[in-house]
């Protein structure tokens, strides 16, 4: 299992049994707050890459993010690999 998959079933794991305290379930429980930590660090992202500095920490931050986002919003990851599939040429 690689560590998307990881995060996917933290992320519907914390959906159906929420642990006080969670990061993951603030985030699941605050669509507002989910989609601002989104903007945020793929901001970080670009500013790190222009930079040349923290660019790995900040990829991570924005997949872990964009996961929990599309979680939050009943995106499920499985749906967006099949549109990726369909667009191989």
Known sequence: MN???DLVKLARERKEKPVEGSYTNKLLNDKSLSK???LE???????SVEKNSN???EA???F????IYLETNNIKIEDVVAELNKRKK
Do not use: G, P, Q, R
Request: hydrophobic residues 50%.
């Open 3 to 5: 560590i998307f998959d």
């Open 36 to 38: 601002a930590k989104v």
């Open 60 to 62: 991570a931050d924005v």
């Open 55 to 57: 660019k790995v920490h």
């Open 64 to 67: 872990y993010h964009l996961l």
């Open 41 to 47: 660090e793929i901001n970080e992202l670009i500013e």
